[in-house]
Nanobody, 119 residues
């Protein structure tokens, strides 16, 4: 079993910043991919940013404003969000692909944290 615990969401004014954290615990052999998704009311869940083996990718709308990073020693991924816009308002979910043994892996989701950006 692997659990993800997120923190750092909240209410912020447009132009402000927030930092999300997601820590994994449990039967972890290796974490392969760490990412952040978001889902606004009435919309599909969408990928925001992903990091794997030091390489990062972002959806176009957050490039230059959001930064994903990880701390492998702590099994933690971060999402620094700057210059926030009302359109960034959503529930943000952490996602990881984790090897629990050298031959077995699973995909795990966090519980979600709300980010609300006021105009």
């Amino acid at each position: 079993q692997v659990q993800l615990v997120e923190s750092g969401g909240g209410l912020v004014q447009a132009g402000g910043s927030l930092r999300l954290s997601c820590a994994a615990s449990g039967s972890i052999f290796k974490i392969n991919v760490m990412g952040w998704y978001r889902q606004a009311p009435g919309k599909q869940r969408e990928l925001v940013a992903v990091i794997s083996a030091g390489k990062t990718n972002y959806r176009d709308s957050v490039k230059g404003r959001f930064t994903i990073s990880d701390d492998n020693a702590k099994n933690t991924v971060y999402l620094q969000m700057d210059s926030l816009e009302p359109e960034d308002t959503a529930a943000y979910y952490c996602n990881m692909v984790v090897n629990t043994t050298p031959m077995r892996y699973l995909e795990v989701w966090g519980q979600g944290t709300q980010v609300t950006v006021s105009s």
